[in-house]
Nanobody, 127 residues
């Protein structure tokens, strides 16, 4: 089985920064595409960004492009989301996801691509 655990969330003022981490354990693979989504209560999960197996290709939602950066360490089985210039509208639960299917033709922004999900970590941006 695979487990993803996020950490690093918290309360930050507008314009501030946070760094989220996702640690994968169990029968994981460094070939998986990893992604971050965010979700408000009662809302559909929203794509934030993704990173391929080697880290050579990253994709970001327009709403976070230029402010957020995804990176991965395949030795430590971790994925990070560096968030700068945070805005109140960034307030959400942030979830880590892994696809488990390296050659999937499904878009990286599609929820159905991902087989494994973390529990999420709360990010609150408020003054």
């Amino acid at each position: 089985q695979v487990q993803l655990v996020e950490s690093g969330g918290g309360l930050v003022q507008p314009g501030g920064s946070l760094r989220l981490s996702c640690v994968a354990s169990g029968r994981t693979s460094s070939t998986w595409t990893m992604a971050w989504f965010r979700q408000a209560p009662g809302q559909e999960r929203e794509f934030v960004g993704s990173i391929n197996r080697s880290g050579s290709n990253t994709v970001y939602a327009d709403s976070v492009k230029g402010r957020f950066t995804i990176s991965r360490d395949n030795v430590m089985n971790t994925v990070a989301l560096q968030m700068n210039g945070l805005k109140p509208e960034d307030t959400d639960v942030y979830l880590c996801a892994a696809d488990g299917t390296p050659l999937s033709r499904t878009s990286v922004s599609n929820l159905q691509r991902y087989d494994y999900w973390g529990q999420g970590t709360q990010v609150t941006v408020s003054s």
